[in-house]
């Protein structure tokens, strides 16, 4: 039996920085950096996850949803 893995390469982007960069980028672009996972604008972005296949998709997460992540 042959089996075929389907992997996808993923950056996690933690650097304050970057981070604020791309919340620049976002908020010229008329968007909000807010966590993808919880929607919580409140809460402070811990991270990006940034998945390369399929057009670069960049996800925000705040630091809670960060550490719930397997």
Same mark, same amino acid.
């Given at each position: 039996?042959?089996?075929?893995?389907?992997?996808?390469?993923?950056?996690?982007?933690?650097?304050? $920085?970057?981070? &604020?960069?791309?919340?620049?980028? !976002?908020?010229?672009?008329?968007?909000?950096?807010? =966590?993808?996972? #919880?929607?919580?604008?409140?809460? $402070?972005?811990? &991270?990006?996850?940034?998945?390369? !296949?399929?057009?670069?998709?960049?996800?925000?997460? =705040?630091?809670? #949803?960060?550490?719930?992540?397997?």
């Amino acid at each position: 039996m042959e089996t075929e893995l389907n992997l996808i390469r993923i950056e996690l982007i933690d650097d304050p $920085a970057t981070i &604020a960069e791309v919340g620049f980028e !976002a908020r010229c672009d008329g968007d909000d950096l807010i =966590c993808r996972r #919880c929607g919580d604008a409140a809460r $402070a972005i811990a &991270a990006i996850l940034v998945v390369p !296949a399929g057009g670069r998709a960049r996800w925000a997460l =705040c630091a809670n #949803c960060l550490l719930e992540l397997p």
